[in-house]
Structures are given as C-alpha cells and as structure tokens.
C-alpha cells in the first residue's frame, strides 16, 4: 500500500458543498479507503447535506454514530453540532466546546486522526473561510501523514488553504481536478494490499 495509508481525513467550510461534490462525485465504486469530511454548517442543520453528496459520490455517505467501526469504502460526514474524532477503528462523537468556533471542527477531527493512525493518516484541506484545519494538518504531517491543500487560488475561500500553508509544509498543493487522481490512486494501492493479504 503507498505510504501504508488507512483513512483519508477531509476538512472544509465556505465553498466545501461545491468542492466535496468534485472530488466525492469522482472516486471509483471501489475506493478501498474510508473518509471521514468536517464540512462546517448549522447546529440546526436538517441532515440533507449526506443526502445532497451521495447523489453525487458512488460510495455510501452517512453519519456515523458514537462508537461506530470505521469501515472502508465508505464517507463518514460529521453530524451537524457534534465533534467527530477517530479513534482506532472506531469514531466517536463530542459536544465538547466549540473550536474555532465550530462544532464540528476540522481540528479536532485531524488531531484524532493523527494521534490514532500516525504516518498511515491523509488529511486533505479544501476551501474554507477560518482557520480550524490548519493546525490540525500540522499534526498530521507532524506524525509523518499525508496532506494535500487545496490550491488557494482555485478556492472559494482561500482562508484555510492559506492559514493550512502558513502552519507547515504540505505534501501536495493542488487544485480540485488534481485531488481526486490523487486519493484515487491510494485507494487502488490499498485495494491492492487488501487482495494481497487474502
């Protein structure tokens, strides 16, 4: 499996809807990794953003639950008002207080993943318009995972992308249509892997 990757991480706020259907709506049915996404939105939020993405990704978006196994080839999007931390193998859900002024954080998603999965995280920062993400992205390359930032000037709000930028270096800087090869191709190494354990 390149870099040995088992989850894929995703943060975003202002402009995110438009850039998780890009690069959701692109990855094949087999894609052999999870995703966990921290899109910012309304504590009072309806629960039509899963519905909205899933009829543009192949792969089943849902709202995990507390204590849910993290499962592959799935899209784990964090319930509005509530924290979503991965731990190993497991999520779990949080009404801790907000960070960056947001519940849910991308922060707080990222720093679990790091923490939980080390060099075999990939955190992937899109457009958003604060800074929750960019030091959470820090950690995650901090414990020798994977980040991908969106390009600042493809993005709807290049807060984030820049403030992730500013925190430490990235392993990939590029736009939209380039993220998804990307993920793509982790996800065939580690369907590769899979098949080879069998």
């Known amino acids: 499996m390149a870099g040995g990757y088992e989850i894929v991480v995703v943060g975003t706020s202002l402009g995110g809807l438009h850039a998780l259907e890009v690069i959701l709506g692109s990855l094949p049915r087999d894609f052999a990794l999870p995703i966990a996404v ?10 039509m953003l899963n519905a909205v993405l899933q ?7 849902i709202e995990p639950e507390d204590k849910e196994i993290v499962a592959p080839g799935r899209v784990y999007l964090a319930p509005a008002d509530y924290h979503l931390l991965v731990e ?11 960070v960056c002024h947001a519940r849910p ?7 679990s993943a790091a923490d939980s999965y080390g060099g075999r995280a990939v955190g992937v920062v899109l457009t958003g ?19 991908v930032v969106q390009e600042p000037e493809t993005a709807e709000s290049r807060t984030l992308p820049d403030a992730a ?14 993220i998804t090869p990307l993920l793509a191709s982790l996800g065939r190494s580690a369907l590769g892997q ?3 354990v069998r």
């Open 194 to 196: 899979t098949h080879a």
């Open 55 to 61: 009829r543009y990704c192949m792969l089943p978006v």
């Open 129 to 147: 318009s604060s800074r929750d993400g960019a030091w959470g992205a820090g950690r995650i390359k901090g414990r020798g995972g994977l980040v």
């Open 105 to 111: 954080s991308i922060d707080v998603l990222f720093g």
């Open 38 to 47: 921290v899109q910012h939105r309304d504590r009072h939020d309806d629960g």
């Open 165 to 178: 930028l500013a925190a430490g270096p990235a392993d990939h800087v590029l736009p939209l249509s380039r």
């Open 88 to 98: 190993r193998g497991r999520f779990a859900l949080s009404t801790e207080g907000r």
